[in-house]
């Protein structure tokens, strides 16, 4: 079957670093995508991996291993801002997006 | 990147009228577009894809003949919210490809539908 999990919630301190873990178990995958969600607004892209490895853009990079089912977003330097909820998602054979439910990402000072 | 634009941002309406909502792709053509729904701390929920020119594809336990979809153009779709009720409240949010086999998907700055 079609499965993502991600922890549902994590607290992490203005300027430190955070990983925010994904698992996912997808017929056909055909890569997994990173988004970032600010309360009641639309989601917006951070990344997307389908070969296993590190990739880097700036304060946050996403990590792929295929094998393990397993991806990481990693998130530096945070800021205020970053306080949002992070959404894991896989892609499958048909092209189609199986969304994880979101980790909550709360900053404090 | 690309731009996606959806219209209404917010709408309240009575029990039992119906609510469109609309999904615009500014700079590209969108030969597929997919309509989410929200409900508060979970996922995303995918309630259908359309295919311009073509009829929606409604995933399970999604009633068409209540969202209605219509994806007229390579640069529009709509989605009613037909007899709207409470239990229909709820943030919709459109995302549109410019392919098949693109892989980012824009998306659209959501709709909180509220009904009373």
């Known amino acids: 079957g079609q499965n993502i999990d991600q922890p549902t919630e994590m607290t992490a301190t203005e300027g430190a670093i955070v990983q925010i873990n994904c698992t996912y178990q997808?017929?056909?995958?055909?890569?997994l995508f990173w988004y970032q969600q600010h309360a009641g607004e639309a989601p917006t892209f951070l990344s997307y991996n389908v070969l296993d490895g590190l990739e880097e853009k700036g304060r946050f990079s996403s990590f792929l291993s295929r094998s393990k089912g397993y991806s990481y977003l990693l998130l530096k330097e945070l800021q205020m801002k970053d306080s949002a909820s992070y959404l894991c998602?896989?892609?499958?054979?048909?092209?189609?997006?199986?969304w994880g439910a979101g980790t909550k990402l709360i900053i404090k000072p | 990147g690309a731009v996606v634009s959806q219209h209404p941002s917010w709408v309240i309406c009575k029990s039992g009228t119906s609510v469109k909502i609309e999904c615009r792709s500014l700079d590209f053509q969108a030969t597929t577009m997919f309509w989410y729904r929200q409900f508060p701390k979970q996922s995303l929920m995918l309630m259908a894809t359309?295919?311009?020119?073509?009829?929606?594809?409604?995933e399970q336990g999604v009633e068409k003949d209540k969202f209605l979809i219509n994806h007229a153009s390579l640069t529009l779709s709509t989605l009613t919210v037909t007899s709207a009720h409470p239990e229909d409240s709820s943030f919709y949010i459109c995302?549109?490809?410019?392919?098949?086999?693109?892989?980012?998907?824009?998306f659209g700055q959501g709709t909180r539908l509220t009904v009373v």
């Open positions: 998602a896989s892609m499958d054979s048909n092209y189609q997006l199986i």
């Open positions: 995302s549109a490809r410019t392919g098949e086999r693109d892989t980012e998907a824009f």
């Open positions: 997808t017929s056909g995958f055909n890569g």
């Open positions: 359309s295919n311009e020119g073509s009829k929606a594809t409604y």
